[in-house]
């Protein structure tokens, strides 16, 4: 599936990390069985600790345990969401680790930086799906302000 080197992928493609067909880590886990959401995470983290300047990393019951919490807390992010996220996370966007690789900071940044930046974009694109829908009815013959009668109409008073 998506290894970690496709993080930057999905930095590069912040659209589709968020509204592409990439599964849901609660997906993984209904489609490969319980466990695989962690298993899959598990080399992502990885990933991180290797990529960040601390003495101390996380050894693999810690990141075992970690990606249970990731994936028990954030089951219904994707997993290019997930990689967005690390990617972001390894660049500083989020802050620092002091030392070692902390697995509350770890999900403090993805509950107070991730989230709201990904709910952000799902409501800005929410917001522009809607405006081109009432355009579309706007300019639409049959309906509002340009039917066919108010045309007519603007003809005969010769204001078009």
């Given at each position: 599936?998506?290894?970690?080197?496709?993080?930057?992928?999905?930095?590069?493609?912040?659209?589709?990390?968020?509204?592409?067909?990439?599964?849901?880590?609660?997906?993984?886990?209904?489609?490969y069985?319980?466990?695989?959401?962690?298993?899959?995470?598990?080399?992502q983290?990885?990933?991180?600790?290797?990529?960040?300047?601390?003495?101390?990393?996380?050894?693999?019951?810690?990141?075992?345990?970690?990606?249970?919490?990731?994936?028990?807390?954030?089951?219904?992010?994707?997993?290019?969401?997930?990689?967005?996220?690390?990617?972001?996370?390894?660049?500083?966007?989020?802050?620092?680790?002091?030392?070692?690789?902390?697995?509350?900071?770890?999900?403090i940044?993805?509950?107070?930086?991730?989230?709201?930046?990904?709910?952000?974009?799902?409501?800005?694109?929410?917001?522009?799906?809607?405006?081109?829908?009432?355009?579309?009815?706007?300019?639409?013959?049959?309906?509002?302000?340009?039917?066919?009668?108010?045309?007519?109409?603007?003809?005969?008073?010769?204001?078009?």
């Amino acid at each position: 599936m998506f290894n970690p080197d496709l993080q930057q992928v999905a930095a590069e493609h912040i659209d589709r990390a968020i509204f592409g067909t990439a599964p849901m880590l609660c997906v993984i886990d209904a489609a490969y069985g319980d466990g695989s959401a962690v298993a899959w995470l598990v080399p992502q983290l990885h990933n991180l600790c290797a990529a960040v300047g601390v003495k101390t990393k996380l050894d693999d019951a810690q990141l075992k345990q970690l990606a249970q919490m990731i994936r028990a807390e954030f089951g219904y992010l994707k997993a290019t969401e997930v990689m967005l996220f690390l990617w972001r996370l390894k660049s500083g966007r989020y802050g620092k680790f002091y030392g070692a690789v902390d697995p509350m900071a770890v999900m403090i940044a993805l509950r107070t930086g991730f989230m709201p930046e990904r709910v952000r974009a799902i409501d800005e694109a929410e917001k522009e799906k809607q405006r081109a829908w009432r355009e579309s009815l706007y300019n639409d013959p049959n309906r509002g302000p340009m039917k066919k009668e108010n045309l007519e109409k603007l003809q005969q008073e010769g204001k078009i």
